[in-house]
């Protein structure tokens, strides 16, 4: 078996494994799991922070620096709680820091497979144009209409709104990403699809008077 053939066989491996059992092997030394978890997760990861945070850099910069974290602290992961909740807890922390003046660091290399998009120094590629919502233009007024709609949620309600309405998470993996009792988020997440409700209402009336003018 050839060098290339062997490359195909490991992520044929390393795809049959749960996300649990991926972060075990990086435990143990072995890397390349770690970039199964990369693709697995990049794009739920970055629209996450993206209705978080309402800004595209700023949404990739916060998920890269997840994704750096959870490599650096891989030896930290305990498997009492799942890899993504363990993941969303540490976008989330980065999100309550609110870290808004990131410097400028050096360019990042692949740290793992030959695979990973090098270009402009980044180690991973974490927007898929082909997954967007915003492919058409209809999907992007909707998708706008509803970032603009979350942005105005209080923030002690939005990231367990998001989380569960968004990411689809169970309250219990909320509660353990949050830190949150299971009382409190069942109660914040109903509070923020009520505010949800209230803010996208007039907005939604005002995109229908403004269709039928134009039609």
């Not at 970032?147 to 990411?167: A, H, K």
Request: hydrophobic share 35%; glycine share 4%; net charge positive.
């Amino acid at each position: 078996m050839d060098r290339h053939d062997h490359a195909l066989s490991q992520r044929k491996k390393f795809g049959e494994l749960t996300d649990e059992d991926l972060i075990l092997c990086v435990q143990e030394g072995d890397n390349r799991a770690f970039d199964v978890l990369v693709v697995r997760y990049k794009n739920r990861l970055y629209n996450y922070l993206f209705r978080m945070l309402g800004n595209e850099s700023e949404a990739e910069e916060f998920a890269q620096e997840a994704f750096v974290k959870a490599y650096i602290n891989a030896d930290k992961y305990k498997t009492v709680a799942k890899f993504s909740t363990w993941l969303y807890t540490i976008a989330t922390n980065l999100v309550r820091n609110r870290i808004r003046n990131i410097k400028r660091r050096p360019k990042m290399v692949s740290l793992w497979s030959e695979d990973n998009n090098r270009e402009n120094g980044k180690w991973v590629d974490l927007k898929d144009e082909s997954e967007r919502p915003d492919f058409d233009m209809e999907r992007k007024s909707l998708n706008e209409l509803i970032q603009r709609t979350i942005e105005r949620i209080p923030e002690n309600y939005r990231p367990s709104f998001v989380l569960r309405e968004i990411e689809g998470l169970s309250y219990e993996e909320i509660a353990a990403t949050t830190g949150l009792k299971l009382g409190t988020v069942r109660s914040r997440i109903n509070r923020g699809r009520v505010h949800f409700r209230k803010i996208i209402a007039p907005l939604l009336a005002r995109e229908q008077q403004l269709k039928g003018k134009t039609l």
